[in-house]
């Protein structure tokens, strides 16, 4: 099958190896004068991977999505809508957009197949590629579970069919709002984590990831998903990759926050926190922890105060 990378981050890149790897047929188009792309065209490396011959890289995007069956976008989430702008000016038709990305549009709230669906019609068919896993772990070797989903049943079927194997065993997603939601906000959980081991209290975790997962399935429920969501691969599934790693980057934000370091690459979980507090009123749904991390990334509070806003809250059933 011809597919294209949109994007050559950590994750796109390793997209594009993967899927050459079991024997697709792949381009990775970047911008030009990105440093990373630059990099990969030159040397046909970077710090994890080679990558074959095979694998053709373009700056051109109409040259990159011409013979493309599918397009698989990773960028990151606030840059879909005007990547979309351009995008949706090439011939789109017949072809399916696979979201390998996790976010929530920070100016409106909008899920990111909500965001390309305003640039698509009917004839160009959309699912989302989410799920727990690093590409530091997936180049050596160890396997892990991830989740495709879509509102159309053929096409999720049909991808997961395409792109299993024995490094990426696939799941059928069965809730698009769940997948997506849950898939974001874990980024969240990531932060909070990441906070508490900077403050060396690491064993609260357990009550972190028990009581963030009840939160996040209370919003997607009021959004009108399954709560039960939030319990699968694309969000408490996701835990282990996102809220102990050490390449979790949302983790490691977390981490330095409360060290008072800078972070100088990509946590997608400080936008996205800031869209679930919009969520959570706009539903009218009580997010403690997403509450608290967003008034720490704002500086509003300190890490102490965020934890006795976390853990020294009024009594309250377990499961509230």
Request: proline letters at 2%.
């Amino acid at each position: 099958m011809n597919i294209t990378l949109l994007g050559c981050g950590r994750w796109g890149s390793f997209i594009g190896w993967y899927l050459d790897k079991i024997g697709h047929k792949v381009k990775i188009w970047g911008l030009a004068d990105a440093p990373q792309f630059i990099e990969l065209k030159t040397t046909r490396k970077n710090n994890m991977l080679s990558f074959r011959e095979s694998i053709e890289f373009t700056d051109n995007l109409e040259e990159a999505i011409a013979s493309a069956e599918v397009m698989i976008i990773s960028i990151s989430s606030q840059a879909l809508r005007s990547f979309m702008e351009r995008l949706s000016k090439l011939d789109l038709k017949g072809k399916t957009i696979v979201l390998c990305m996790k976010g929530i549009e920070v100016a409106t709230g909008k899920r990111l197949t909500e965001i390309v669906s305003e640039f698509i019609t009917n004839e160009t068919k959309l699912a989302i590629w989410v799920g727990p896993g690093h590409p530091q772990d997936f180049s050596n070797g160890i396997p892990n579970c991830m989740v495709i989903d879509s509102n159309d049943d053929e096409v999720k079927n049909f991808l997961i069919d395409e792109f299993s194997s024995e490094l990426i065993r696939f799941y059928v997603g069965k809730d698009l709002i769940g997948s997506e939601i849950g898939a974001a906000s874990k980024n969240t959980i990531g932060i909070a984590a990441g906070m508490l081991d900077g403050m060396h209290l690491s064993s609260l975790k357990g009550a972190l990831m028990s009581r963030g997962t009840r939160e996040i399935a209370r919003l997607i429920k009021a959004m009108g998903g399954n709560e039960l969501s939030a319990y699968g691969l694309c969000h408490l599934g996701d835990y282990e990759a996102t809220l102990f790693s050490p390449y979790s980057h949302n983790r490691r934000y977390g981490e330095m926050l409360v060290k008072g370091e800078k972070f100088a690459q990509l946590a997608e979980g400080v936008d996205t926190t800031k869209a679930l507090v919009f969520l959570g009123e706009k539903y009218n749904v009580d997010l403690p922890i997403c509450k608290a991390v967003n008034k720490a990334i704002l500086g509003e509070y300190t890490p102490k105060e965020c934890l006795d806003e976390l853990f020294l809250r009024s009594r309250k059933p377990e499961f509230y």
